[in-house]
């Protein structure tokens, strides 16, 4: 036997520990390429997960702040409803169910083909799914809640309110026997079988809260895998206040020149803009207007309020005086005390004696803020009498015309006329006359639904000039002589002059950092104004969020 030499057995040994290095090493770079590659696909899952939450939320934003600045739209700021359950493997899928609560919370996929995407899925190619709070999605008008800057978030999202959530729900987890215990709310899942059927159930996507509703972006854990992104009120705020003030110009100015250029001249002889009501608290101010010193402006909040449902001093009982004759030949005036207001308008008891079966009925009254609202004069038909004894009707035949005058130095409206009452009895009478409230102008009907169906005006500045109010002394507006004027600084050229404006809105934005809410001062709502008639227009900023409106202007129709 040939013995090998042993340099040679040396090197022949020194080569295979070499070899067994090289083995060890490529090992080792296989095992951490792999560990590597693992990792990179997990960031780039979560990567992937982030963005289409970022463009899901972009989108429904979008959305709310189209339909915000649609005039066919009548609830700016609605929400899309998430897509039915029932929806997958559809036609429908992708589309937004046609109609969900307001009232509760709704949960389904994100109803991509609704919002104008393609559809979107997380890193584990799962579809997203959305989540929208009550208040939201009104559908009757107007709606139970208002939907305004100020209507409630109430979707709870880690310790907050939201507006929405979409969430990515991730692979389907099984962790039915795993060693460990979930910790509350979560629980073990075995989500894999039956995750498509229809109709979809949240729990075999959602773990721990976000399937039972205590929704919450728990991060990294072994019992979920959820991800999720937020709405909040603010941001759906922000979203579309730039389209509900563009409907301010457009569909609400023109309608308030409508009655300054038509409608007061028609009811009350003269060309004017009511007073403001004084500023406060809008969710506490009565919308009834506050006459204002000659010659001055009035600013505050615009006076909308309605004959039916204010509780504004639509009569002055201790003005109206009642005088009851026989033909002429007797008369019986009633003190004033007789008259008391009423939620419908003014009622007065007084008594006449009539031989013949006729009596005469004549009477004076005074309404106040004819000239701080938006007034129309009564009728013969506002007018009523009644037996006192058993309210039955007595027929009221006019002898003259309702005779109505505005004062410019009051702004009230004083009322007089007389009637003839038949078929009465041939005795002492007690009876009772009724006034309605001065009715609502055709402006509050003329202005559109979505405005004062969804309190829009609780979130409008209203500013007249004192060359347009009622009584403006030597104050004067017109595009000859522009001294009492509202002017609007740094306003684009392309809307017009900035300082010839006869009055001016401003929408109110949410309330910014440092602006307290339910207070009744002005610089907690409005940061754009200098003065009731100096005002600045600029961009909306973390800062200042106002946005201006005002007639006239050349991008409003009607508003010249």
Request: charged letters at 15%; a neutral charge.
């Given at each position: ?27 080792s ?24 939450l ?81 208040n ?58 039956g ?9 075999k ?66 060309t ?49 005086t ?55 004069p ?14 039955a ?154 946005r ?11 508003c010249?």
């Amino acid at each position: 036997m040939k013995r090998i030499p042993a340099a040679s057995r040396r090197q022949h040994g020194a080569a295979l520990m070499i070899i067994a290095a090289l083995l060890v090493l490529g090992i080792s770079w296989f095992a951490v390429s792999a560990l590597s590659r693992t990792a990179v696909a997990s960031y780039e899952r979560e990567v992937i997960t982030a963005r289409a939450l970022q463009m899901a939320k972009d989108a429904l934003l979008s959305y709310a702040a189209h339909y915000a600045a649609r005039t066919t739209h009548n609830f700016p700021g609605r929400m899309p409803c998430p897509e039915s359950l029932t929806a997958i493997g559809t036609v429908n899928e992708g589309e937004a169910t046609g109609a969900c609560s307001n009232t509760l919370v709704e949960f389904g996929r994100l109803p991509w083909k609704t919002i104008g995407m393609e559809p979107l899925s997380d890193g584990d190619g799962e579809r997203l799914w959305y989540v929208l709070s009550p208040n939201f999605h009104p559908v009757a008008s107007p709606p139970a809640t208002p939907l305004n800057f100020d209507t409630p978030a109430a979707l709870p999202f880690d310790g907050t309110n939201v507006v929405a959530l979409i969430i990515a729900p991730g692979k389907p987890l099984n962790t039915v026997n795993d060693s460990g215990t979930p910790p509350a709310p979560c629980l073990k899942v075995a989500q894999g079988a039956g995750r498509f059927d229809s109709p979809l159930n949240p729990l075999k996507f959602f773990e721990c809260g976000n399937a039972t509703g205590a929704y919450a972006n728990l991060g990294q854990s072994p019992w979920t895998n959820d991800r999720a992104i937020a709405i909040t009120q603010a941001e759906w705020a922000d979203a579309i206040a730039p389209g509900v003030a563009d409907r301010l110009q457009r569909e609400v100015a023109p309608v308030l020149e409508t009655w300054r250029a038509t409608q007061s001249n028609a009811n009350w002889g003269r060309t004017f803009m009511p007073y403001a009501s004084s500023f406060s608290n809008p969710a506490a101010n009565d919308f009834c207007g506050n006459s204002a010193a000659q010659g001055a402006a009035s600013e505050g909040l615009p006076p909308l309020a309605r004959a039916a449902t204010s509780n504004c001093s639509w009569w002055q009982p201790a003005s109206t005086t009642m005088a009851a004759s026989v033909l002429g030949l007797l008369t019986f005036v009633n003190p004033a005390a007789n008259c008391t207001a009423i939620a419908a308008g003014l009622e007065c008891q007084f008594s006449g004696t009539t031989v013949l079966g006729v009596l005469g009925v004549a009477f004076t009254g005074v309404a106040p803020n004819g000239a701080s609202s938006f007034r129309a004069p009564i009728s013969w038909a506002d007018v009523s009498f009644r037996r006192q004894s058993d309210n039955a009707p007595v027929t009221c035949t006019p002898v003259t015309a309702l005779t109505q005058t505005l004062s410019p130095t009051t702004g009230d409206v004083s009322i007089s006329g007389t009637c003839l009452l038949s078929g009465l009895l041939m005795v002492a009478m007690p009876l009772i006359m009724r006034i309605s409230h001065l009715p609502d102008a055709a402006v509050i009907a003329d202005l559109p639904a979505w405005y004062l169906g969804n309190q829009w005006e609780a979130h409008t500045y209203y500013s007249v000039s004192p060359g347009w109010t009622v009584n403006p002394g030597a104050a004067v507006c017109t595009a000859a002589n522009r001294s009492g004027c509202i002017t609007i600084a740094s306003l684009d050229a392309s809307t017009g002059n900035t300082d010839d404006k006869r009055f001016a809105l401003a929408l109110m934005g949410r309330r910014l950092s440092g602006q307290a809410s339910g207070t009744n001062v002005l610089t907690d709502y409005l940061e754009s104004r200098t003065s009731a008639t100096l005002f600045t227009a600029a961009p909306a900023n973390s800062t200042r969020n106002d946005r201006l409106a005002a007639c006239p202007s050349l991008v409003s129709p009607g508003c010249i």
